[in-house]
């Protein structure tokens, strides 16, 4: 033996080794994830892989069979709704686990336990901003509620178990490729894990507001320009419910604090801790047309939830069969049902309510302790968790959080959200969705509805986050309430953060079921109403409606939805796959004459006009190979802060600009528009001066744009489905989509129609559906993407719903037949 | 020479890929250094036989399995790391670290039986 060359090459390779094994910050463990037999590559599906099997599980009641088709879509044939649950659970882990615990993680604030603190220590900031908002409190409320209906429970039960049987078995080197890049294993799921997932969807839906923004502008702009910037109507909009519906007499009587003037509407308190709500475009439209409107004379119902276009994606097609119904649609990996889709009688669609169900109250604590708080004229002992926030690589934080009678503390001079400033006030929330609530039920109960009465029964506890509905039925009814549990606000309650020393500005209760908007249109021909219920995030009803509302509500979708279906009859599905993938810029066709009838000519060179050209020749389509939606876009942006950032910038506060409609509205209506004038400069602005300069900066960025190949409107607004990590390699960039936030197609940049369907409802049905993701959450799959440039490109799926007789149909791929085991 | 020296890499491909089934990733490492210690050889001729009898496993695997996925993983695995979206860069490297750590078992052997 040669000592030292044999201890030098046994240290050396032992160091290799120990390197390669560890993690070096956020890089995977080397070795290991190179390692063919282990890592990565054992993720490389082949492309032509079957996916049959021979499942046995334990606690499966029946035998259930699972038919694959061409698109990796499974139509589950199941004995009964248990073993449904049972094997839906099993399929969403076998091709979704990663996903389904990280938005769960998500949801329950542990982002930075996997992914460290993050930069400037955002991470943990979001964490400690779902753990505050009781995002782990509102699920076990809602999992005790779930628990005592004894159907869900054991629905529930059934889906956890189906989960697990996949994990329990899953050999390390099958881990999804997140897990080897991250390395961590996946935990056991729990009913609890699902109650989270809905609760996320409830905060992504339902769990954004301006309270803190709104209170500044209250009390830095005077009255009337506060009434100015954010007016309480919108001139043209049209409810989700029409203009002139009759509503009930109210059966809350609301009671107004008596010191609603002096210590709330005309408060000049102001708040420097800053949120990063989820993003409020998360709308939707949705809408469904009667029978006296189609060719065939069946309704056809249509809906495209937007959301953040994600990959994995965040819906799994599936149809599901049991021997009481049949039922076709999408469903969430991390729960069970189909939440969006069509049975064999009825169809049903969901759009976000965008009522504001979260306010803020101040907070007077006795001591830095927050041990006791002042309400009603005495200290009050607060409830106190601690709540510890693990965080990879470092230290875990320990957050100790008050509770108060309205909610717990969300801000505190312990934690100012993402603001820098230090703050020594308080405030607590009151979240609707953290109240307990079983919505669950009504999913459940929607997989087997026969009629206009089942659903209207199905829905009566869905209660957050609130939604508009949309119903239609093989026998030619069309529905749609806006249901969720709110609460009966006074006029401008919860608009602004509270006063929180007593209670007489709590929520004075719920709007009562039946009080909730709705509208339904029968098949009978000589019944006059409009034909079509419809709705994209806009204002609910009209100033009739006896409680109060916010005024946070897009309107611009909504309104082309209702203009081009009251103009259409005879309609096929393919009309309405054309409309949903309309790319009309409605925004554009109010504000274009406005734009150019201030233009002063004098001041533009020839390329600015022949870029004037364009826009004055745009046919208003935001179509992926225009130039004109790029020109419109930057002279918009670029007037909003002419005309608006020399008086905000003044305030260093947190504000909120006001809306696009605002803006528009206000020009339309009064050229003098007083904040046109840049009160920075001596002389007085006009609106064709700064209607112009905005047009030469555009002139300046266009310039720009066509440096970086950025001049037409896909390129520039670059759409992405983006990997939930945010890795651009993980995801598919740079997609050639059209539309935008003001189009039916509403396809931004990290967001857009997560599912695009349309359900006719024929017998046989006919129904259509794509979304931007594919089934599989394997990056290595050739089924990881697969939708995406149909959906792109605007083209649908035809959906097959499968019968029983078909097992042998050619488009049946693969076949997992699943059998409980008798050990169990 | 020649003869042993490819039976050696052979075996040390082989035991590998066995081990590698039921061990974790590192345990080429201990078949590279069982086969030389079993088939003793000049150290830098034993060197070579554990590089390259792991270059050529993990390398053959990953195009194996890179060639059935069309490379949908290794392009994007190849630009999540840096290394210009190139499966085969992507292949090279997996060769090459097995190849290193392989070396290395086989090395040790070498030096003890020496």
């Known amino acids: ?824 | 020479m020649v003869v042993k020296f490819f039976v050696t890499t052979v075996l040390i491909a082989l035991l590998s890929f066995i081990c590698g089934l039921f061990l974790p990733w590192w345990s080429i490492a201990l078949a590279a250094f069982l086969v030389s210690l079993l088939i003793p050889q000049r150290p830098l001729l034993a060197f070579f036989a554990g590089f390259l009898g792991l270059f050529l496993l993990w390398g053959v695997m990953a195009l194996l399995i890179d060639l059935a996925n069309q490379s949908i993983l290794s392009s994007r695995v190849a630009s999540l790391l840096p290394l210009g979206g190139s499966p085969v860069a992507l292949i090279l490297v997996t060769a090459f670290v097995g190849a290193l750590v392989g070396g290395g078992g086989s090395l040790t052997a070498a030096f003890l039986k020496k």
């Open chain 1, 1 to 824: 033996m040669r000592v030292l060359p044999f201890f030098l090459s046994l240290f050396l390779t032992t160091a290799l080794i120990i390197c390669l094994n560890r993690q070096w910050g956020q890089t995977p463990i080397m070795g290991q994830f190179f390692s063919p037999q282990h890592g990565f590559w054992q993720n490389a599906e082949p492309v032509d892989q079957a996916f049959d099997g021979d499942i046995k599980l334990p606690g499966l009641k029946g035998r259930g069979d699972v038919y694959f088709d061409e698109n990796l879509i499974p139509h589950v044939f199941a004995g009964s709704q248990l073993d449904a649950c049972y094997i839906q659970g099993y399929l969403h882990a076998r091709f979704r686990l990663w996903q389904m615990e990280f938005q769960t993680f998500a949801a329950a604030g542990r982002l930075s336990e996997f992914l460290g603190a993050g930069e400037g220590n955002a991470l943990v900031k979001y964490d400690r901003s779902m753990r505050r908002l009781g995002m782990v409190t509102a699920a076990k409320a809602s999992l005790a509620a779930m628990e005592k209906d004894p159907v869900v429970k054991a629905d529930i039960d059934a889906y956890t178990s189906g989960v697990n049987a996949y994990i329990v078995q899953l050999k390390a080197s099958e881990l999804p490729l997140e897990y080897k890049l991250l390395n961590y294993v996946p935990e056991q799921w729990t009913n609890l894990k699902t109650a989270l997932f809905i609760k996320y969807m409830a905060y992504t839906l339902a769990g954004g507001e301006n309270d803190f923004e709104m209170t500044n502008a209250k009390a830095y702009f005077s009255k009337e320009d506060f009434g100015k910037l954010y007016p309480e109507a919108q001139d043209s909009v049209d409810p989700v419910i029409p203009k002139g519906t009759r509503f009930l007499p109210p059966h809350i009587q609301l009671k107004l604090p008596r010191t609603v003037d002096s210590l709330y509407l005309n408060s000049t308190t102001t708040v420097t801790d800053r949120e990063d709500p989820p993003d409020p475009s998360n709308g939707s439209n949705n809408w469904a047309v009667s029978g006296k409107k189609t060719i065939s004379g069946k309704p056809i119902l249509c809906n495209d939830p937007h959301l953040n276009t994600t990959l994995p994606s965040v819906w799994y097609q599936m149809q599901i069969h049991t021997p009481t119904y049949n039922v076709y649609g999408v469903s969430f990996p991390g729960g069970p049902f189909v939440i969006i889709g069509f049975n064999d009688s009825c169809a049903w669609g969901i759009t976000n309510s965008e009522r504001d169900v979260r306010d803020y109250y101040s907070i007077k604590f006795k001591d830095e302790s927050r041990k006791e708080y002042w309400f009603n004229g005495k200290w009050t002992e607060a409830d106190q968790r601690v709540d510890t926030i693990a965080i990879r690589g470092e230290l875990p934080l320990y957050d100790t959080v008050a509770t108060t009678v309205f909610g717990p503390v969300m801000y505190d001079p312990s934690f100012t959200g993402y603001s820098t400033e230090a703050s020594n006030k308080s405030y607590a929330v009151h979240w609707k969705a953290a109240d307990s609530s079983n919505e669950m039920s009504t999913f459940s109960k929607f997989q087997g509805i026969h009629n206009y009465s089942d659903y209207k029964e199905a829905l009566k506890t869905f209660k957050s986050p609130g939604q508009n509905i949309a119903f239609a039925d093989k026998a030619g009814e069309v529905a749609l309430w806006q249901q969720g549990e709110f609460p009966a606000k006074w006029k401008e309650q919860g608009r602004f953060v509270m006063p929180g020393e007593d209670s007489s500005y709590m929520w004075q209760g719920s709007i009562p079921q039946d009080e909730n908007p709705y509208m339904t249109i029968t098949n009978d021909p000589d019944k006059p109403d409009r034909g079509f219920v419809s709705s994209a995030n806009q204002l609910p009803v009209d100033t009739t409606y006896p409680y109060y509302l916010g005024i946070d509500y897009p309107m611009y979708r909504g309104l082309l939805i209702n203009r081009k279906l009251n103009n259409i009859n005879s309609i096929t599905a393919a009309d309405m796959m054309k409309m949903q993938t309309d790319n009309y810029d409605v925004f554009a066709e109010m504000a274009r004459p406005l734009l150019l009838r201030n233009i002063q000519d004098v001041r533009i060179d020839d390329v600015g006009k022949a870029y004037l050209k364009f826009f004055r020749e745009w046919d208003l389509n935001d179509d992926p190979n225009e130039e004109a939606p790029v020109i419109f876009n930057y002279w918009w942006a670029h007037l909003t802060k002419d005309i608006y950032d020399d008086e905000f910038s003044k305030s260093g506060l947190p504000l909120k600009r006001p809306y696009e409609s605002t803006l528009l509205e206000a020009l339309l209506r009064d050229s003098a528009y007083s904040y046109v004038d840049n009160v920075n400069t001596p002389q007085k602005e006009t609106l064709p001066q700064v209607v112009t300069t905005a047009f030469l900066q555009t002139m300046a960025d266009m310039t720009e744009a066509g440096k970086e190949d950025r001049l037409t409107w896909a390129k520039n607004k670059d759409t992405w489905v983006r990997h939930l990590l945010r890795k651009s390699a993980l995801s598919r960039t740079h997609l050639p989509i059209g539309g935008g936030v003001h189009c039916i197609n509403a396809a931004k940049q990290f967001h857009g129609p997560s599912w695009r369907m349309i359900v006719h409802l024929t017998t046989p049905t006919e129904a259509y559906g794509i979304y931007p993701g594919g089934q599989s959450g394997n990056p290595g799959s050739p089924y990881y993407d697969s939708f995406i440039d149909k959906w792109a490109a605007g083209q649908y799926n035809t959906l097959w719903v499968m019968n029983s007789e078909e097992a042998k149909s050619p488009r049946v791929k693969w076949v997992m037949h699943f059998s409980g085991t008798k050990s169990f």
